[in-house]
Nanobody, 117 residues
Framework: QVQLVESGGGLVQPGGSLKVSCAAS????????MGWYRQAPGKQRELVAT???????NYTDSVKGRFTISRDNAKNTVYLQMHSLKPEDTAVYYC???????????WGQGTQVTVSS
């Protein structure tokens, strides 16, 4: 059974930092591409960042230079380090795992990130 469990969300002031984590089980983690998506109230889910099995990363323009995605294959965990947070970063952040064939996608339950003073 595949499980993706996010953690680390919370309330942070504008300009602050937060790190969210996603622990995976039930998959060969090192072979999967991993990603972070977010969904704000009333908006569609959008891609935030991805990291391939080889470690190549990609970011949506609005977070470039502020967010960093990384992975620890020994811990089956992917991270999203967020700096210089803005109110518009407020959303539920979801972890995604994509199989090497791209035929299987798995999602976590999400973790709430709120940026507010």
């Amino acid at each position: 059974q595949v499980q993706l469990v996010e953690s680390g969300g919370g309330l942070v002031q504008p300009g602050g930092s937060l790190k969210v984590s996603c622990a995976a089980s039930g998959i060969i983690f090192s072979s999967f591409a991993m990603g972070w998506y977010r969904q704000a109230p009333g908006k569609q889910r959008e891609l935030v960042a991805t990291i391939t099995s080889g470690g190549s990363t990609n970011y949506t323009d609005s977070v470039k230079g502020r967010f960093t995605i990384s992975r620890d294959n020994a811990k089956n965990t992917v991270y999203l380090q967020m700096h210089s947070l803005k109110p518009e970063d407020t959303a539920v952040y979801y972890c995604n795992a994509q199989s090497p064939s791209r035929r299987r996608n798995y999602w976590g339950q999400g973790t709430q990130v709120t940026v507010s003073s």
